[in-house]
């Protein structure tokens, strides 16, 4: 039940707008660091955006050191969180288990796992056959190789936005739900006046974390935060007897993105679209049933005999090199367009976020992900995107 939000404040020290995973997590950081007037603003109701309809991945294995570091830290914090801030959130460490069926994939894959290494990460290659007895769900024909990190798995994405929140109104921050900003002046004090169908409030530090719709945020204070919303599909499988006492690795397809966890009693799966075009479609489409029908005929053809229960679509916020725009133009700070790992980042980029607006060092360099690298011809692409 949706109860209503408190007054708006005149003045906040901090206002973020978004109320998702990052959301959450910034504020929560913020306060917890001592920011005594954190207020969030969110369109609708917390995490009701792309964070709860995502397939609550957590993994470290990508292409971009950055994300390899940041994957990392969240596992280290996702681990830690019944302690901090103080929710169970379900974490199941059952690993990551990329299947590679192409020589260009198994290349970029081994340089990875070799960076992965580096940088303390457990990812490993496997056989074909490791792979087989891993996820036994599986069919090998085609397969060359396949990767696997232990530390990886999935958690309940609601659970992380309820124990972040929580945590931030108990150190103090406010929450309002169904707040829409409509419009943000700056006064030419560095004060940014944000002005919602609710009430205005003014601050000092603005932080975007409106997910795929931060591009309209971005526009009313000028700055270009080039983010698409494109819609993905999940599904849900009956339950399955077989898997009641198997671990099951949470298996990606690379070359179709066709992708299954354990969900239950049952499996959560999906694929993205290469026919997918950008809007805020939340509506379920079978367009793309024949080829994940397909891609589940080859990679796992059990499941076709496996009711389906139902699904849902949500929104991917993409960026042209599908890697994230954080960073800031003067007092407007953002977190967004995370192009799918958006969940599994969140506790790592509340961190982040807090050090930038308090002026300190992040425990990581995150400029080169500034929102300026497009115009400066300098993407940073990330290749382990499903």
């Given amino acids: 039940m949706t109860t209503a939000s408190p007054e708006l404040p005149a003045q906040a020290e901090v206002v973020v707008i978004g109320g998702g995973v990052m959301g959450t997590s910034i504020a929560f950081h913020l306060a917890e660091a001592g920011v005594r007037d954190v207020v969030v603003v969110e369109r609708d109701d917390l995490g009701s955006g792309s964070t709860c309809k995502a397939a609550g991945g957590v993994r470290a294995q990508f292409s971009d050191e950055l994300n390899i570091r940041l994957g990392a830290r969240s596992i280290e914090l996702f681990q830690r969180f019944p302690q901090r801030p103080g929710q169970e959130i379900d974490l199941h460490q059952v690993g990551y288990l990329f299947l590679l069926s192409s020589d260009d994939d198994v290349t970029a894959f081994e340089r990875n796992v070799d960076l992965q290494n580096s940088l303390g990460v457990r990812s490993r290659m496997l056989t074909v056959e490791e792979a087989r007895r891993m996820s036994p769900l599986i069919e090998t024909d085609g397969l060359l ?77 000028g700055v270009d935060l080039p983010v698409s919303p494109l819609r993905r599909q999940i599904m849900f499988t009956e339950a399955m007897p077989e898997l009641h006492d198997r671990v099951t690795p949470f298996t990606i397809d690379f070359g179709s993105t066709f992708y299954f966890h354990r969900e239950g009693r049952g499996l959560l799966f999906g694929m993205s679209d290469p026919d997918e075009t950008p809007g805020f479609k939340l509506d379920m489409s079978d367009a793309w049933l024949p080829r994940l029908t397909e891609a589940i005929g080859r990679r796992a053809p059990r499941l076709l005999d496996v009711g389906v229960r139902d699904g849902w679509a949500g929104l991917y916020e993409v960026t042209p090199d599908h890697n994230a725009l954080i960073g800031s133009a003067g007092r407007f700070f953002y977190a967004t367009g995370f192009s799918g790992h958006g969940f599994l980042q969140g506790p790592a980029v509340g961190e982040v976020v807090r050090d930038l607006v308090l002026g300190r060092e992040p425990f990581v360099d995150v400029s080169s992900l500034d929102a300026s690298r497009f115009a400066a011809d300098q993407a940073r692409p990330e290749l382990n995107c499903v």
């Fill in 145 to 221: 190789a396949a990767t696997f990190s232990p530390d990886d798995g999935h958690c309940t994405p609601e659970s992380v936005v309820l124990g972040y929140a929580t945590a931030a109104r108990r150190f103090g921050a406010r929450l309002h739900t169904r707040t829409t900003v409509r419009s943000i002046v700056g006064t030419g004090s560095d004060t940014f006046r944000v002005e919602t169908d609710r009430g205005t409030v003014s601050t000092p530090n603005l932080v975007c974390a409106a997910g795929a719709w931060s591009r309209e945020i971005g526009e009313m204070v």
